[in-house]
């Protein structure tokens, strides 16, 4: 059992950047892949970023490829997503994830309360 909290969220302009993070609770953090996920209203929720537990692979989706950097830092049981160049289609709830098994882009065991994150133009 994992229990995680996001922190960072909040409003920028377009084009402007913002920093989650992620920390997690209990010792087994860095057994676990990690992903980041968001929600716009009406929509499905999404995988942006996901990273395995050593920090060697990673996935992006498409479309935040080259502006979004996800990485974790296992001694603070704590994972990242570095978001620039921010668009106002990126406005979402986002929320952290983390699982254990093969993969990183699917079937995540524990989530987040999530983050808003709203980009204006």
């Known amino acids: 059992q994992v229990q995680l909290v996001e922190s960072g969220g909040g409003l920028a302009q377009a084009g402007g950047s913002l920093r989650l993070s992620c920390a997690a609770s209990?010792?087994?953090?860095?057994?676990?892949?990690m992903g980041w996920f968001r929600q716009a209203p009406g929509k499905e929720r999404d995988i942006v970023a996901a990273?395995?537990?050593?920090?060697?692979?990673?996935y992006y989706a498409d479309s935040v490829k080259g502006r979004f950097t996800i990485s974790r830092d296992n001694a603070k049981n704590t994972v990242y997503l570095q978001m620039n160049s921010l668009k106002p289609e990126d406005t979402a709830v986002y929320y952290c994830?983390?699982?254990?098994?093969?993969?990183?882009?699917?079937?995540?065991?524990?989530w987040g309360q999530g983050t808003q994150v709203t980009v204006s133009s």
């Open positions: 990273i395995n537990w050593t920090g060697g692979t990673t």
């Open positions: 209990g010792r087994t953090f860095s057994r676990y892949a």
């Open positions: 994830a983390a699982k254990i098994g093969l993969g990183i882009k699917y079937e995540y065991d524990f």
